[in-house]
């Protein structure tokens, strides 16, 4: 690595280290490829950009224990692990043990299953329903389930929207704010973050493109995820606004498209410009 990079990395992780209670740390969905192919190899990137906190919840094939050890070899934590929403509703006990094997504190669920472009109040009720009975049985663990809205929730009912419904009748879960999506999705996250402060307590960072336009589908081509700060997310303020509120725990930057590996360390380089 040139003396640059080393020293890149070095002001990225002492940045990091300052933004304390809302630390930065990176979704593994992110190098899903890169894990196809190689999980050390993988695990030691992310641990050379600096990060030592992330949201995954699998082990791509290798035994818990050997995976955890590759983990702790790279000092990275497992502190958010994904959930699918028929294991939330049918198998509340796989998910808490899935997370209690990683330590992790919070469960993420990021899609409910609903009939093509289709989302309705009925599917919203049902949704909330299974996310506060597990989300129940979680707190009793010491557990935080959070559900990752996609967009598709942001479709008008009433005087406000699907969200609002969800928001505000989740009694026994969070929320965990993909800003690419809430944008997506026709809303402003700064501005619902001020609305539901107590809501969200986990963070996606991901920027978009600009020139795309927004629907209530839940889907984009994954190449318009571009580095934090070049997009039409107002990714700064969002970060601003997440300190002075106090309530998000972790922010993961989460990037899908095939720019990953370059992009990454250019967003954590943006990120800790705002620190200055």
Not at 147 to 156: K, T
Request: proline share 3%; with cysteine; hydrophobic share 40%.
């Amino acid at each position: 690595m040139k003396t640059r990079s080393i020293t890149l990395v070095l002001a990225m992780a002492i940045s990091l280290g300052n933004l304390c209670a809302q630390e930065v740390g990176l979704q593994f969905y992110s190098l899903r490829n890169q894990f196809k192919k190689d999980v050390p190899g993988t695990l030691e990137l992310i641990n050379s950009w600096g990060i030592t906190k992330c949201e995954g919840g699998g082990t791509y094939g290798l035994p818990m224990g050997k995976f955890q050890a590759m983990l702790k070899k790279n000092n990275l934590d497992v502190v958010s692990v994904g959930a699918s929403f028929e294991d939330l509703a049918k198998d509340p006990a796989k998910v808490i043990a899935n997370a209690k094997a990683f330590d992790a504190k919070f469960v993420m669920c990021a899609w409910i299953p609903h009939d093509g472009d289709s989302f309705t109040i009925e599917d919203t009720k049902n949704a909330t329903e299974v996310f506060n009975k597990a989300g129940k049985l979680m707190k009793e663990e010491g557990i935080t389930l959070t559900y990752h809205a996609h967009g598709y929730e942001f479709r008008p009912y009433e005087d406000g929207t699907l969200f609002d419904y969800m928001a505000k009748n989740a009694k026994d879960f969070a929320f965990e704010m993909d800003v690419y999506w809430v944008h997506h999705g026709g809303e402003d996250p700064v501005g619902l973050l001020n609305k539901y402060p107590e809501k969200f307590v986990l963070l996606h960072l991901k920027d978009m493109q600009h020139g795309v336009k927004g629907n209530h589908t839940g889907h984009e081509d994954v190449e318009t995820n571009v580095v934090l700060g070049t997009g039409q997310v107002d990714i700064a303020g969002v970060v601003k606004r997440a300190k002075e509120l106090g309530y998000v725990k972790y922010m993961f930057i989460e990037d899908e498209c095939s720019r990953v590996v370059q992009q990454v360390p250019k967003s954590l380089e943006y990120l800790e410009s705002l620190e200055e």
